[in-house]
């Protein structure tokens, strides 16, 4: 469907579409995040090698890698080349942060008797007993915090412990684990817009505020700054959960859903509004859908 | 049963027994522990109210405190006090470690297709749907982070980073998922005391290992005291769990899985004969358990 961006500042319109006026383009901006993913892919093939007791590594090893990258990675580390930080600094925070993802990934496809499973999300193929799966995610997400405390960073311990409050509450009960929770709950017609809406910033939008407020603590950035990536990763957490979540939803409802993912899009290019350069562009691309451009 | 003792150095022999050469007297002893229990538990009530969102808290609240406490929690308490430390900078890696040990013995209850549970082992009450119970475990786990992190002690953060780091390994993949993992194995009765010794050392062991460094880290020990501690937090823990364990044993088999818990308990005593004092010989009182001296 061909969407109506004329109500939107022609500078947000730019990012809304890959048009040619984008001073970044579509093929440097891939390369940017790709190049990112890449790099963590790195750090944590070295972090979680395959070694003994297999037993335990061979499904860790397996089960990271098994879930789909998220961006809220990703953002972490571009927030902190934002603010001058370099990428080593950022990819523990970043790491963690997919482990944490990784893990509640694995979870949320175990085999529970009580967990109604939509016919539109097919279950994923096991390669290890439920028993190996529960305990794998159990063991994944703690090493997160292990690699962030390890990290290279010693001169600013404080930092680190910031970044282990962010990504422990983004994870826990008032962030991801509720969004979860919720997620499973069924619900009428009537909620379903502010259903979604919830789940999405519960379960992507506060790991993305997480991620990219870590970025800029971890960067040494300022309380403002920090607060301005935290709500821009917020706002495009949740863009991109209620992409995904649009999906399952009746045509008629769709036009609906993307009036507020338009709504959250605004809301997070105004909070990039007085950052300049390539690296604010391509972390503001972050809300650029392709599936709202249709070429 | 009556265990001879005769081979133990007199000193040794007077912590396996309760007898009236014992400075600490068993009501003090049961006394000191409790009193830590108690603290851990209020500063833990008031860490997880029941607030909104109530479907969230409220399995996080029952979740924390229907899991068993843990002698490694309070002895990360008893270690930190041990070298001058006090109680308030150890409670948040005590409760954490808390936190860590109810997310496993949450989800170590779950019921999953694939576990084999033996009589002995019967099913405890699910208040809750398995989801809920599998997610809040999810969200407990890094709770604990968050308490950690959030620290009175700020003057000392490169001291929270490494209990971080401690805890971290002790919970995960190496520590208690491990010990986790292979209690779920059938072994057979060639190996089965081997079976008993590793799955004690992860599951126990490393866990009061963790507790024991750690509060010894928090009180700005040293290094050997730490290393000291440490060892005796891995034997204390794991004659705990053998302990434990020997339940399910044959009658047959139970004087040879004591004659290593009494190896594991000298090795620990070994470890203290340096320190001094009330609270050495409280700590110490730990590997005295009163099911090897019957009055």
Redesign the interface.
Known sequence: MALNLSHLPIKTRSFFCNSSAQPVSAAQNASYWSSIDADINTYLKKAIPIRS?E???EP?HHLTFAAPTTTASALCVAACELFGGNRTQALPAASAIHL?HA??YT?DH??????PRPESKPDIQHKF????E?????????????L???SVD?TH??R???V??E???A????GL??G???E?QIVDQRSRFEFIEYVSKKKYGEMHACGAASGVILAGGDEEQIQKLRNFGLYAGTVRGMIEMKSGLEKKNIAQIEKIIIKFQQLAMKEMEGFQGKNAELISSLVTEPILCPA
Do not use: C, W
């Open positions: 007791p037993t335990v590594f860790m944490i893990a509640a979870h175990l085999p529970l008797t009580d967990r007993n439920p028993n190996i529960l305990l794998t995610g159990d063991g994944i997400a703690p090493f997160g915090f292990e962030l405390a390890n010693t311990p404080d680190i412990l910031r282990v409050i990504i422990s509450r994870s826990g009960s008032q684990v509720d979860l929770y919720r499973k």
